[in-house]
């Protein structure tokens, strides 16, 4: 059995996101490197019961960051941007 809450890390919540949200109510969320859309289609569905019209994913890669005269890199992670049926929402966004 595939174990969904290790698929879907974390949601993005970003203004770029809440934008998106309300003009296209697509939802942005940080998920495992391995998952695959239909992975992550099930997933979405599964957790928060709503029906999943398209999942589009990005690998974001690692970034160098400077703080001071401490330097390193930011992890890398992949990125999926889902949308969902009009008229269902999702509440984890919602502050």
């Given amino acids: ?7 879907i890390e974390a949601p993005i919540i970003t203004e770029k ?5 309300e003009a296209s109510n697509t ?3 940080m998920v495992a490197k391995k998952a695959n859309k239909i ?6 569905e599964e957790i928060f019961n709503v029906t999943v019209l398209r999942v589009n994913t990005i690998n974001v890669r690692r970034k160098f960051k400077r703080m001071g005269q401490y ?3 930011k992890k890398a992670y ?3 941007y889902v949308t969902i ?4 929402k ?5 502050i």
């Avoid at 059995?1 to 698929?7: A, F, G, L, N, P």
């Fill in 39 to 44: 992975e992550i289609k099930k997933a979405i």
């Fill in 17 to 21: 996101s809440n934008k998106m949200i």
């Fill in 71 to 73: 330097e390193g890199y």
């Fill in 78 to 80: 992949k990125k999926a």
């Fill in 27 to 29: 939802y942005t969320f």
């Fill in 90 to 94: 999702i509440d984890a966004f919602t």
């Fill in 1 to 7: 059995m595939i174990k969904y809450y290790e698929i």
């Fill in 85 to 88: 049926a009009k008229g269902e």
